[in-house]
């Protein structure tokens, strides 16, 4: 497959059959990004979703599918009308599948509400995003994107989510807000092994 690192959370992942966008937020460029067969949104954070961006991408790709969290539409003004998806629950693109996993955003503070959170597995581990969370998938995982700041996580956890899931490439993202993030990509990096650690280049599409 191919993959596209959009800014911050967002990626296009291409599996040859489904081209399918995860997360585009405010962060996110999405400049000639058309004809997509569905946009998947983990959780409603506007970091995650922009809805003026998801209504532009779906304005060229008449028939994708939107897929979200039930409570997202709670949050956000102008969304188009979406599917709602819940964990346990399988999605189709062509002979692309995905399993909606996931349930709960990681916790930021107790004093912070929480919400729903859902984790994108493509093509039985293929792929995985897991939104703002360290869910673990119950099968192997080929490419993970890993978050590596933000107000919910430190380096350490992304370290020890790496270990655990084990996966043949991990690709930062979630790094828009911070000022140095070739400093936590590096971090990662040493802490894993070089070869399982891999920087996508903004905008280009990487075979992976």
Do not use: Q
């Not at 460029?29 to 779906?58: C, F, I, N, Q, Y």
Request: proline share 7%; with cysteine; charged share 20%.
């Amino acid at each position: 497959m191919h993959i596209t690192h959009l800014g911050h959370a967002c990626v296009l992942v291409d599996t040859g059959s489904a081209r399918l966008l995860i997360d585009p937020g405010v962060m996110s460029d999405l400049d000639g990004v058309d004809s997509v067969d569905a946009v998947l949104l983990t959780h409603k954070h506007p970091d995650h979703v922009d809805p003026e961006k998801v209504r532009a991408v779906l304005a060229t790709s008449p028939r994708a599918v939107l897929a979200a969290p039930a409570d997202i539409g709670e949050a956000m003004s102008g969304l188009p009308e979406h599917r709602s998806a819940e964990p346990g629950r399988t999605l189709k693109f062509g002979d692309t599948v995905v399993d909606v996993v996931g349930g709960r955003h990681a916790p930021v503070h107790e004093t912070i509400p929480s919400c729903a959170n859902l984790g994108y597995l493509i093509d039985g581990g293929a792929f995985f995003h897991p939104g703002d969370s360290f869910h673990e998938p119950a099968v192997e995982v080929g490419v993970l994107a890993v978050a590596i700041d933000g107000p919910w996580l430190k380096i350490a956890e992304s370290i020890d989510y790496v270990r655990r899931v084990a996966p043949r490439v991990a690709i930062p993202i979630h790094e828009g807000e911070t000022l140095d993030p070739a400093k936590y990509v590096g971090m990662l990096s040493n802490a894993v092994g070089g070869g399982v650690v891999r920087r996508l280049e903004r905008g280009s599409a990487t075979r992976l």
